[in-house]
Each structure stands twice: as structure tokens, then as C-alpha cells.
């Protein structure tokens, strides 16, 4: 397939904007990257698509976030208002979780992939809890998104809270599935959560797996008080000592870690994701990106179940540490999209070590995104990230591309039945709701 008349934005090392660009994909993979003429004439025989002077770029990567938490899309939650996190996951997310059946699990992901596809995420990294409907869980998140045509990296978030039997039917959800074959890490829900023994069960299973961790890390001051509280120990070095920390693992959140910790998870290679919206949402505070990344820690941008519309992720990520820091220097734009970007690209490839992602460039996956985006003011590779944070908006995606199959185009979507879809997850989300 050779794509013609595009406004081609290719970001990666040498970022270019080609003003009449063109790309040609052969397979999954981007086999050639040029102009219009170059390479029409190199590839006469191809089959066209005319973007017609869309703006193209390489499609967003979701570093975190839960497909499970779909239904909560204006569900009421009974008594008193939640004041603080740990009421916040009490009061909704553990009655939402403990609520959901298989096919809840296949419905709520199934809405989220819609919500991926149509607005250009392929690539996404979930963390998964079903505590009534544990055992087959992820081949079922698995299939909705082999459905959708898009690449997803799977767990189940092992905890303590549902009792022992769950904890090991959590964990054995996690060896299980990293067995098939599938991109996979060992999930477990947050050091909150886990005992020092649970710690050790899932340490020992994942060791047999070579496989790293998904966990929530001090997303709110109740993870450090706990932490402190069962073993002396600030979060980050519990997990560490643990050998939960390493350069295959996801500490997601670290919003309330100390130089200290920042400077261990350095040394440890793991991995942060960044969620503003979930904690802008929760008031658990603003993670130091800005003092992760000074220090070396590899930090991801993550959508924690909000919208797979990654470019409102990144425009709040763009906001808040400005609003939080009274500095309207910090996070700047470029670094927003490195984050989003180069980042999340290096940390896909911990589970797709092939793939190369988030650029333009020969050999690199063919993941794409259309955006009907005429600029009003001139556009360069240079000031794209604020052309995508102040003019581009969720409306103008128009076509989604995933290791070269196309699923959306002209707004519409190939692979799910958007309408059969929707009206079904209304109905199990109303069952679902009854039951909380
Ligand atoms: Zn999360």
C-alpha cells in the first residue's frame, strides 16, 4: 500500500515534516518513507490511498490503563461522597471490579478498543482486575483485542483485598496467559494491597516467566503510610527490595516518591507511567516527572482507563505541572510529546522488543493516524508538539492503521461493530450497576 499526498510528520531521531509525503507499507512494516514523486515512481504497481494532504503520524501508545473501567461512565455511587483515595477505590473501583462477569470483561474492553481505534491508540498497555470472573479473563481481553486489530500487553492485577484463593487464582491468571505465548507482564494491583508473603509468591511465579511487573507505586499518600506501616519502608524501596523493580517492570503513578526513591528506581531501570487526568480525577497530587527524568527514570504516558484519546492525555500533562508548579516553564511541549512519543515507543518494545514504534521510518511498524487537520499557522517538525496540544483535536482523526491494516477509515471503524457494541455494553453495564 503506498499512501500519497500526505502531510507526513515522521517524529523519531531526525524528526521531518514532508509537506507532499508519502509512505510505503509492505506487510506490518513501513517499507519506505519519502515524497509523493520519489516514491510513485519507485512504486508504480502499488495500491494508492490519497490522503489528500492529511496530516499523518505514527499512531499513539497507551503506557497504562484499565479496560475493566469502562462502566463506570456515569454510574452513581451510594452514600456519602468518596474524600479521599483509598474511598475512592473502596467505594467505586472494588464494587465495580467485583461486579464484572466474562463477558462484562469482553464487553467493557471491547468499548475502550472502539474508543483506541478511533482515536488512533494501537498499542496498549493494560492492567486488569476481575476478582469475580478471574480464571480466563485475559484470553478474553486478549481476543476483544485481537478483534479490534490492535496490540495489547496483558496482566491481572494480583492482590490481597479479595482473600487468599483469589490472590492465587490472580496469580496463576498472570503465569498462565504469559505462557500462551502472549505480550504479557505479571500484574499486581499496588503495595497497598500485597503482603510481604504475596510480594514473594508473585516474585518466585514471574522468575520462572523472565517476565517484570505492572503495579500502582505511591499513587497516593495511603500507599507510603501503608508501606511504612508493614515493613519500615517507603514504597519504592519495599518493591525494590522486593525485586519487584527492574527494568521490565511498570511502576505506574509515583506520584508521592522522595529523591530517594526517585534515585532507586533510576538505579533500578523500571519504568513510570504518568496519568494526569486519573490523578488530576483522584487529587492524589502531581507526580515529579520533571525530577524522574533529571534523575534517568524512564517515564511513560499512560491514560489510567480515561479516554484512549492520548492527545487529551498529553494536554493535561502539558497543563498541570504548569498550574502545579506556578511555572509556566515546566513540562514543556516537546517533552510532553517525548514522553508520549519516543518513551512509550522504548518502553513497547520491553514486550514487542521487534517493534519499532511512534516513528515514521523505514522498518518501522506501519501504525498510523489520519488527521484532517489544516493549519492556520505554518507547521514544522520543530513546533508540531504545539500544533498538537493547542490545534489538534480528537475530530480530526479520521483513519487508524495498525501494523498495516487499516481499522478506521473515513471515520468509519472495519474490524468492531461500533453500534452492536455500544448497545450491548449498555445492557451488561445496567446489569452491572444493579449488582453493585
Ligand atoms: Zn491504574
Redesign the pocket.
Known amino acids: 500500500m503506498l499512501v500519497t499526498h500526505a502531510r507526513l510528520a515522521t517524529l523519531g531521531a531526525a524528526p521531518r515534516l514532508i509537506k507532499d509525503g508519502a509512505l510505503f507499507v509492505e506487510g506490518d512494516r513501513i517499507a519506505a518513507v519519502g515524497t509523493t514523486a520519489e516514491l510513485a515512481a519507485r512504486y508504480p504497481e502499488a495500491e494508492r490511498w490519497d490522503a489528500a494532504g492529511h496530516l499523518v503520524l505514527p499512531a499513539a501508545i497507551c503506557a ?1 490503563t ?1 479496560f475493566y473501567g469502562a462502566f463506570a461512565r456515569g454510574m452513581a455511587i451510594p452514600g456519602e461522597p468518596a474524600t479521599n483515595f483509598p474511598q475512592i477505590l473502596e467505594r467505586l473501583w472494588w464494587r465495580l471490579d467485583k461486579a464484572l462477569t466474562l463477558e462484562d470483561v469482553r464487553y467493557s474492553a471491547l468499548v475502550c478498543l472502539v474508543d483506541a481505534v478511533r482515536h488512533g491508540t494501537t498499542t496498549l498497555i493494560d ?1 486488569h482486575a476481575s476478582p469475580s470472573a478471574i480464571d480466563g479473563s485475559l484470553d478474553v481481553i486478549a481476543d476483544a483485542a485481537q478483534q479490534a486489530g490492535v496490540r495489547a500487553c496483558l496482566c491481572y492485577e494480583v492482590t490481597d483485598r479479595d482473600g487468599p484463593h483469589r490472590t492465587q487464582a490472580g496469580i496463576a491468571e498472570n503465569v498462565r496467559f504469559a505462557k500462551s505465548g502472549a505480550a504479557a507482564c505479571f500484574g499486581l494491583h499496588a503495595s497497598l494491597t500485597l503482603s510481604d508473603e504475596t510480594l514473594a509468591d508473585c516474585v518466585a511465579a514471574a522468575r520462572d516467566l523472565g517476565s517484570g511487573f505492572h503495579i ?1 507505586a505511591a499513587e497516593d499518600q495511603a500507599d507510603q503510610q501503608d508501606s511504612i506501616r508493614k515493613s519500615g519502608k517507603r514504597v519504592i524501596h519495599r518493591l525494590a527490595d522486593a525485586g519487584i523493580l527492574g527494568p521490565r517492570t511498570i511502576a ?1 503513578h509515583c506520584v508521592h516518591v522522595d529523591q530517594d526513591e526517585i534515585e532507586r528506581l533510576a538505579a533500578t531501570g523500571a519504568w513510570v507511567t504518568h ?1 494526569p487526568r486519573s490523578n488530576m480525577n483522584n487529587a492524589v497530587g502531581v507526580a515529579p516527572v520533571e525530577a524522574m527524568l533529571r534523575a534517568g527514570v524512564n517515564v511513560g504516558l499512560g491514560n ?2 480515561f479516554s484512549n484519546q492520548m492527545f487529551a492525555e498529553m494536554k493535561a500533562a502539558y497543563l498541570v505541572h504548569k498550574l502545579a508548579q506556578r511555572d509556566p516553564r515546566a513540562m514543556p511541549g516537546d517533552l510532553v510529546m517525548q514522553l508520549a512519543y519516543a518513551h512509550n515507543a522504548r518502553l513497547a518494545q520491553v514486550f514487542w522488543p521487534d517493534l519499532r514504534l511512534g516513528e515514521l521510518s523505514e522498518g518501522a511498524a506501519a501504525d498510523l493516524v489520519f488527521l484532517d487537520y489544516r493549519p492556520t499557522t505554518p507547521l514544522t517538525a520543530g513546533n508540531l508538539p504545539w500544533h498538537l496540544l493547542f490545534g489538534l483535536e480528537a475530530s480530526a482523526i479520521i483513519a487508524t492503521v495498525c501494523a498495516g491494516r487499516v481499522l478506521m477509515r473515513d471515520r468509519r471503524l472495519l474490524t468492531l461493530d461500533e453500534e452492536a457494541i455500544t448497545a450491548r455494553s449498555r445492557e451488561l453495564a445496567a446489569l452491572a450497576w444493579k449488582r453493585i
Open positions: 497504562h484499565h492492567h500502582h505506574a496519568q489510567d482507563g
